[in-house]
Structure formats: structure tokens, C-alpha cells
């Protein structure tokens, strides 16, 4: 089955950097475009940045855009998410899916607070 499974989350200080990965199993990962979203308390889901499965191109949201940065070991089956310049607003429950507008599979989360 299809699991994704996040880590790195930590607490950081503002201007700080932090890396997440989304380890992938149960499905073909180089075939997928992946993305990255959070949810920051008390509000709705945000897409974050999405990369196609060949690693051709990315986006980003406005928000993260110059400060974070998607990319992807296919070799591995690793979804990364180096985030540097935090800031408090980036305080979220950050999760992997896989596909870049349709998600249907989602990992459990990895909580990233920044704090000073």
C-alpha cells in the first residue's frame, strides 16, 4: 500500500534552517509528481511547493518562494523540503502528497514551530 512517511520537523528559530523528507513505499515514486503542504493552527490546508517526477520543474507558493526549496533522490524514494530563512509564520503541520493538483495520498505530518 501506499505509505508516506515524514520526519524532520523540529523546533527552529526565526532565520533558521530546516530539512524535511518524505520517505515513499507501495508505489512506482519516480511515475509521481510530489508536493509538499501545511496547515498552520487554526487554519486551512496550504500547498507549498510542488516537483515533477522527473525532477524537470518546480513551483512554489508565493509565500515560500526564494526561501525554500523541493527536490528528490528517485533512487532513493525521498522527498525533501530544505526550508531556510523561518520565519514564525511558517509554523505548521507540513505533509507529502503524492501528484501536484490532485492528492490522494497524504503522509502523517511532521510539526515544525518556529519560535524564538
Known amino acids: 500500500q501506499v505509505q508516506l512517511v515524514e520526519s524532520g520537523g523540529d523546533l527552529a528559530q526565526p532565520g533558521g534552517s530546516l530539512r524535511l523528507s518524505c520517505d515513499a513505499s507501495?508505489?512506482?515514486?519516480?511515475?509521481?509528481?510530489m508536493s509538499w503542504a501545511r496547515q498552520a493552527p487554526g487554519k486551512g490546508l496550504e500547498w507549498v511547493s510542488g516537483?515533477?517526477?522527473?525532477?524537470?520543474?518546480?513551483t512554489y507558493a508565493d509565500s515560500v518562494k526564494g526561501r525554500f526549496t523541493i527536490s528528490r533522490d528517485n533512487a532513493k524514494d525521498i522527498l525533501y523540503l530544505q526550508m531556510n530563512d523561518l520565519k514564525p509564520e511558517d509554523t505548521a503541520v507540513y505533509y507529502c502528497?503524492?501528484?501536484?493538483?490532485?492528492?490522494?495520498?497524504w503522509g502523517q505530518g511532521t510539526q515544525v514551530t518556529v519560535s524564538a
Open positions: 507501495g508505489f512506482t515514486f519516480r511515475g509521481y509528481a
Open positions: 516537483i515533477a517526477s522527473d525532477m524537470s520543474d518546480t
Open positions: 502528497a503524492r501528484g501536484r493538483t490532485t492528492f490522494v495520498y
